[in-house]
T-cell receptor, first 114, second 113 residues
Framework: DAGVIQSPRHEVTEMGQEVTLRCKPI?????LFWYRQTMMRGLELLIY????????DSGMPEDRFSAKMPNASFSTLKIQPSEPRDSAVYFC????????????FGPGTRLTVL | AQSVTQPDIHITVSEGASLELRCNYS??????LFWYVQSPGQGLQLLLK??????LVQGIKGFEAEFKRSQSSFNLRKPSVHWSDAAEYFC???????????FGSGTKLNVKP
């Protein structure tokens, strides 16, 4: 298996633009997580899906952020409109089973909002 | 309140020396415990995990960790560090009743030649 796939790996955009980050989890995994990593705040869980259903979105910072999982093999994290403070590395992770199982992380998307 | 603490932000050790990275958690219930490693520009990779049973767990790359309930700790150790171990290490904790992962703030390991 190729592991968790994220695209793009790097994204540079201007403030106010819409940004869409994509994730393909490991085949057969039924849990998917979106994280944000910054120097100031470390690694933060944004949202957690189980069987394509959002279970916990309490980490989503504000309404500008939205996430979808239309099927078991694809998820998106959208920021609209983007702001400079959204600059971070965004990781997607997947696991088989619930949250207490090992999470496999993708390589991340480094987002820079100018 | 539940939390995970990695008290050391940066650690520098010489190649070949032993290593111990500290992780403490708050809250009384026994959690599921994990250590992840993040190499520069990469995602996190699981080193080892503890769910139950033997409190000394072995992981990949020669790492081990010991769960000490009395100290609420899950410290990561390696007897002899290699230059390729330079990375950031994250402790993570999961409690059933909170149904949530908590990551520590990470410890950056630098290895001197």
């Amino acid at each position: 298996d190729a592991g968790v796939i994220q695209s793009p790996r790097h994204e540079v955009t201007e403030m106010g633009q819409e940004v869409t980050l994509r994730c393909k989890p490991i085949s057969g995994h039924n849990s998917l997580f979106w994280y944000r990593q910054t120097m100031m705040r470390g690694l933060e869980l944004l949202i957690y899906f189980n069987n394509n259903v959002p279970i916990d979105d309490s980490g989503m910072p504000e309404d500008r952020f939205s996430a979808k999982m239309p099927n078991a093999s694809f998820s998106t994290l959208k920021i609209q409109p983007s702001e400079p403070r959204d600059s971070a590395v965004y990781f997607c992770a997947s696991s088989l089973g619930g949250r207490n199982n090992e999470q496999f992380f993708g390589p991340g998307t480094r987002l820079t909002v100018l | 309140a539940q939390s995970v603490t990695q008290p050391d932000i940066h650690i520098t050790v010489s190649e070949g020396a032993s290593l111990e990275l500290r992780c403490n958690y708050s809250y009384g219930a026994t959690p599921y415990l994990f250590w992840y490693v993040q190499s520069p520009g990469q995602g996190l990779q699981l080193l080892l995990k503890y769910f139950s049973g033997d409190t000394l767990v072995q992981g990949i790359k020669g790492f081990e960790a010991e769960f000490k309930r009395s100290q609420s700790s899950f410290n990561l150790r390696k007897p002899s560090v290699h230059w390729s171990d330079a990375a950031e290490y994250f402790c993570a904790v999961y409690w059933d009743n909170f149904n949530k992962f908590y990551f520590g703030s990470g410890t950056k390991l630098n290895v001197k030649p």
